[in-house]
């Protein structure tokens, strides 16, 4: 331990990462030299043939000179990986994934930086796969990313987006102009400098366009630039993914000069302005249902009378039988003594309604049909209300609100007073079929679970974007272009939109939209980490302490600055105001880091129109990185 402790950090970090690579080699029963350019297979191999060779040449005392021995053949397993490139794939990812999840207190690898990892051991058994599989899988999660991001990105660019969106585009080229910089000041070539964007930054996805920006530029050392990009990576992606979280957290507030804490609570008082005594979710959660016997006192009182008089808790009647006969529940229905009704509401309402009722069991009533659905909203008419008025609406009647899901990563938003509902937001409502019908013709469409991908959308706006991608404009004799991956992340923004609109066509059910984004992209980095593998320790090496300083500059001066333009720019309200820089980072964990020290889900609201917005943007940076420098 003593010995480790006076490396040098790049011979730390190549102790560290030579250990793990011998414990994988020793599995196999493989030996390693790192220094004399042999791999410890053929190495291993070439002693036994040249042990053979001498005791051949003893036996026979034999003066001639002993011929090289030829090159052996590598280990079964070594020799099925790189024949069978699927397998090494798979071993990667399954690796890959069991990094990321290990917790390191709040912090984890994530399944991207622990697939890198793994794809560079792996890669030391020099395996050769096709970039086809690369870009293949790449193109899957642009398409994804966009189609996810859709919605809230154009709602970014609308009205009530908009200071939120203009914030992301602004954050977002300040750290693209902090990173060139950092990056021209070293020296770094362009590979470096695309790594380092996309380490510092964490937005992995920016490699895929950087890769096919190097590859069609015309740059004589191609194949060194592209691994140069792992390894940038790598150094600065851990920073950037704590450091982001820290700043925001724990300076975050100290720029702004706030109690966050308090801060949000005084903006929940703000939001939570004409909530019913009892509180929000009250007005909407529904708790359970019972069945009770209408008595005397309330004999001839209409269904909406009897349903007003506790407003605050939403009590509805279900169903009604009259004469041992069932019959619909209209809302101008007298009710009469002796009516079996079906309540659902609150518990406290149900209990208080008890003083003019008497529950009764009937079978037919108690068991009442209900169904718990997801309600994408895409009527502008019902868009950027608050759940207050809503909950006045006739067309709520008899529906209970679960949660509101947003965004692309599906954000849970909290249920205040004035909490707007957004075109593209998620609503899981809970009700009879008759009232969730009745609430997804005003609103907008249920999402009905299924399987089934549309794929012919899906098919047709990557072939037609990506063609679109692929054009050239020659500008001073160069070709500058969108880039095929460029494309397909806009065709992906654009139907995603579309889907939020018109919700009848282009389904991307989650499962899918899961594996596309997550599998998708993992695939691609894995076959970066196994193709740069060869070479990553030696890179690690050479340019590991300085570029490590570098990215934490591109992170950290980025972060500190975005809390100050969004408080004396933007005029953002402190409670949110964090979560918006996070969200313009694309950094949830950050996010979350926020929200815990406020002890509240308050900044999560600032978070996704900017998250999307950037998304988009610092991923296409990844290839501006490489066409500008």
């Not at 909950?391 to 529906?399: H, I, L, N, S």
Request: aromatic fraction near 8%; charged fraction near 15%.
């Amino acid at each position: 331990m003593a010995t480790l402790m006076r490396l040098s950090p790049s011979k730390y970090i190549k102790h560290i990462f030579l250990s793990m690579l011998a414990v994988f080699m020793l599995a196999g029963n493989i030996t390693t030299d790192t220094n004399s350019g042999v791999s410890g297979f053929d190495m291993f191999n070439n002693v036994q043939a040249q042990e053979q060779t001498t005791d051949h040449a003893a036996v026979q005392h034999s003066t001639t000179s002993i011929k090289a021995p030829a090159k052996a053949e590598p280990m079964w397993v070594v020799k099925v990986f790189r024949e069978h490139q699927a397998l090494a794939i798979f071993i990667t990812l399954g690796l890959g994934y069991w990094l990321g999840a290990i917790k390191f207190g709040h912090f984890s690898l994530g399944a991207v930086t622990g697939t890198l990892i793994a794809g560079v051991i792996i890669g030391q058994l020099d395996i050769s796969i096709s970039s086809q599989v690369k870009s293949m899988f790449f193109t899957m999660f642009l398409f994804a990313v966009g189609y996810g991001v859709g919605p809230q990105f154009v709602r970014g660019i609308a009205k009530n987006g908009a200071p939120q969106a203009i914030f992301a585009v602004v954050i977002s080229f300040l750290c693209f102009a902090v990173t060139y910089a950092g990056a021209k000041i070293a020296g770094y070539d362009v590979g470096l400098a695309a790594g380092l964007w996309a380490g510092a930054q964490t937005i992995s996805a920016s490699i895929g366009l950087a890769t096919d920006a190097i590859n069609s530029s015309g740059f004589s050392n191609t194949k060194e630039l592209l691994d140069q990009i792992p390894v940038a990576y790598a150094i600065c992606y851990l920073f950037g993914t704590i450091g982001t979280g820290m700043i925001l957290a724990y300076v975050g507030p100290t720029l702004l000069g706030v109690n966050l804490e308090e801060a949000c609570k005084d903006y929940e008082k703000e939001m939570s302005a004409g909530t019913p005594e009892d509180g929000i979710s009250r007005v909407w959660h529904r708790s359970e249902s019972r069945t009770y016997e209408i008595s005397d006192d309330i004999n001839g009182m209409t269904v909406a009378e009897f349903e007003s008089q506790h407003h605050a808790e939403r009590l509805f009647i279900e169903k009604l039988k009259r004469n041992g006969e069932v019959v619909d529940v209209e809302p101008t229905m007298a009710l009469a003594a002796k009516d079996i009704i079906a309540l659902t509401g609150h518990t406290d309402a149900l209990v208080h309604a008890q003083q003019y009722l008497t529950e009764v069991a009937d079978e037919e009533l108690d068991n009442l049909p209900l169904e718990t659905v997801d309600l994408v909203v895409t009527n502008k008419k019902f868009a950027n209300r608050t759940l207050v008025s809503l909950a006045d609406e006739d067309y709520a009647r008899g529906v209970f609100l679960n949660k509101i899901s947003r965004g692309a990563a599906s954000q849970e938003v909290p249920l205040l007073a004035q909490t707007e509902i957004h075109r593209g937001d998620v609503l899981s409502i809970t009700g009879t079929k008759t009232h969730t019908s009745r609430m997804e013709k005003e609103v907008g469409h249920v999402d009905r679970t299924t399987t089934e991908t549309d794929m012919v959308w899906v098919g047709l706006f990557i072939v037609v974007f990506g063609l679109l991608g692929a054009l050239a404009v020659n500008i001073d004799g160069a070709p500058v272009t969108l880039s095929v991956s460029g494309g397909v992340l806009i065709g992906g923004l654009v139907l995603g939109w579309l889907r939020s609109i018109h919700p009848t066509f282009a389904r991307l059910p989650e499962p899918t939209q899961w594996f596309m984004n997550s599998v998708g992209l993992n695939v691609f980095i894995a076959i970066v980490g196994i193709s740069a593998g060869p070479g990553f320790v030696a890179g690690l090496e050479n340019v590991g302490p300085e570029l490590f300083l570098i990215g934490a500059a591109a992170t950290a001066i980025p972060m500190l600055l975005a809390p100050l333009i969004g408080k004396y720019i933007f005029k953002f309200h402190p409670a949110i105001n964090l979560g918006v820089c996070g969200g313009a980072r694309t950094s949830t964990a950050s996010v979350a880091m926020v929200g815990e020290k406020a002890k509240s889900n308050i900044p999560m609201l600032g978070y996704t129109v900017p998250y999307a917005v950037s998304n988009t943007l610092l991923t296409l940076m990844g290839m501006f990185m490489v066409l500008f420098y």
